[in-house]
Structures are given as structure tokens and as C-alpha cells.
């Protein structure tokens, strides 16, 4: 249970954003008769969405007059679905009520419009490389791939840092990573417990890395996140970055990691140096005149 917001002045915000949300709606949108003459109240009555709602008058009455009354989630969004309000509104109207927002329903996998290509690529030189929920990669730049050991055969971070064990001894303190990198999956994939995606992870992980598995079973969960990262590259040697994350527009819970070159230290020109001789290599061949 959530109280109907945490001051006098956002349960008078709360009241106001109800009785718009409502004059904008026409009782015939919903199949309900209107009497003849005029209505005094433009949009839905108070207790019309009551009715939509399931809930009753006088309870729905005070929750727009602003009196502290308890409010729950599940009656949360049934005022957001007989309000009609949209994914935005239904947010707001969470946050008023001091209850934690629902998380949008997508299928895990399902890929965002962004082009994440272009993304990534606009970070270079700092490695950058985009995730969703159950950690799928879904796109990293040429130089995540030089400094972390990707190739387009890695699809699941934590598949790959667990599994493989060039990108896993590239790290200067895998087990620190390996624990906390586990923890914050738990927190990420805590809405796909019935998901046979999430499971497919989690299974293949417990059975191809007894690392995974032992941390799994733990079940640890942290919030912070590793803020600096060292790697220990196989040819340019210690590279040191200050790693920071962002969650991308969209509904699709897609997280973005960019490795920034930790300032005074030589990881910067390295990473150019690594970039040159990348190019270098794969550059199409001169073509060759008569």
C-alpha cells in the first residue's frame, strides 16, 4: 500500500491531474447512457470512473480531493486504465501516489528503433557497448571489441566474460567483477523470472561456468556498480577506464556502458594506437593499375 502522496501539495497535484484526465474522456467513448439535458460536468463523472474502475465513489472522491488515504497498485492501475492515461500519464500518476512505476511489458530481445551502431560508434575512441535486460549484447564499437576481446560471435555479456577465457583474463580483478556483475544481473532480470529467455541464460551460465554458478546461488544483490575498470590488454598492457551507464529512450530497459579513458594516464593514446593499427590492417587493398 502507498499513501495518496506525500504532501498536502502533491495530493492537491494529484486531485487536479485526475479531474483534467477525466473532463478530457465522453462517457459515450465508453458505452455508458447520458441523460437527457446538460451535463454540469465536462468529461467522465467522479463516479463513473469509479464504476470503469472498479472502486467506489466515495473513495475514488477523496483520492481527488486530496485526502491521505492508502492507494495500492493494483488500484493504481485500474484508475490509469478507466483514465485511458497513456504510458507517460500512467508514470506520473505512479510517482504522485509514491508507488514504484510498472515496468514496461516488452519482450526481452525485442530490439529498440535507435540505430545503436551509430550510438557506440559516436563514443570512439572510449570503448562503448549497449545491453538490455538479461545483458544481450546488442551492439559494442571496434574498440570495446579490441579492449574487451568481442567478437560478432559474442552475444550475452555475461555468457561471454563467464565462458570465454581470453575476455575473462583480460580484467585485473575478474572475481570482483564476476561478483558484482552477478549481483546487478539479478536486479536487472528481476522481471523475467517466467521469461524462458531469462532461464536459457541463467541455465546455460550454471552449467558451463561453476563461477556463475556459485555466485548465482548466493543470491546476492547490489546496487552500486564498478565506477573504474582495469584491463590488462595482451599487447598495449594496462589500460584504466572510469565507466559510467545510461538507460536509452525506449521502452525496452536497453542500458548503455561507456568506458571513458581515466584522465593523466597513458589509456587514451593507447586505445588511438589500437584504433590505428585495426585500421591499418583491415584497409581494402591499393588498387593496382596498368
Not at 19 to 41: E, H, I, Q, W, Y
Not at 164 to 181: C, D, F, Q, T, V
Not at 253 to 278: A, V
Request: glycine share 6%; hydrophobic share 40%.
Amino acid at each position: 500500500m502507498a499513501k495518496s502522496g506525500g504532501n498536502s501539495r502533491q495530493r492537491e497535484e494529484l486531485g487536479h491531474f485526475l479531474k483534467t484526465r477525466r473532463s478530457r474522456l465522453s462517457p459515450t467513448d465508453f458505452g455508458l447512457s447520458v441523460s437527457a439535458g446538460r451535463r454540469r460536468t465536462p468529461g467522465l463523472r467522479r463516479e463513473e470512473v469509479a464504476v470503469l474502475a472498479g472502486i467506489g465513489t466515495s473513495w475514488y472522491t477523496w483520492l481527488e480531493q486530496g485526502r491521505d488515504i492508502n492507494v495500492s497498485e493494483s488500484v493504481a492501475r485500474a484508475i490509469g486504465r478507466a483514465l485511458c492515461l497513456d504510458r507517460s500519464e500512467v508514470r506520473y500518476l505512479y510517482q504522485l501516489l509514491g508507488i514504484t512505476p510498472p515496468q514496461p511489458t516488452v519482450a526481452v530481445g525485442e530490439r529498440t528503433t535507435v540505430d545503436l551502431r551509430h550510438v557506440v560508434d559516436e563514443c570512439l575512441p572510449s570503448p562503448a557497448l549497449v545491453v538490455d535486460s538479461l545483458w544481450n549484447l546488442l551492439g559494442f564499437n571496434a574498440s570495446a571489441a579490441l579492449v574487451f576481446g568481442f567478437t560478432p560471435e559474442d552475444r550475452n555479456l555475461l555468457i561471454s566474460f563467464f565462458t570465454n577465457p581470453e575476455i575473462w583474463s583480460r580484467y585485473a580483478e575478474p572475481e570482483l567483477m564476476a561478483r558484482m556483475a552477478v549481483a546487478q544481473f539479478r536486479i536487472s532480470a528481476a522481471g523475467h523470472y517466467d521469461d524462458p529467455l531469462f532461464n536459457n541464460v541463467v541455465t546455460t551460465l550454471c552449467e558451463q561456468s561453476p563461477q556463475f554458478a556459485a555466485l548465482w546461488y548466493s543470491h546476492e544483490v547490489l546496487d552500486s556498480r564498478m565506477r573504474h575498470k582495469e584491463v590488462n590488454h595482451p599487447t598495449v598492457g594496462r589500460l584504466v577506464f572510469d565507466t559510467h551507464s545510461w538507460q536509452l529512450d525506449g521502452p525496452e530497459q536497453i542500458r548503455m556502458f561507456l568506458h571513458i579513458p581515466r584522465r593523466h594516464s597513458d589509456t587514451r593514446r593507447k586505445l588511438e594506437c589500437l584504433l590505428d593499427q585495426h585500421a591499418r590492417e583491415h584497409a581494402l587493398p591499393e588498387r593496382v593499375t596498368a
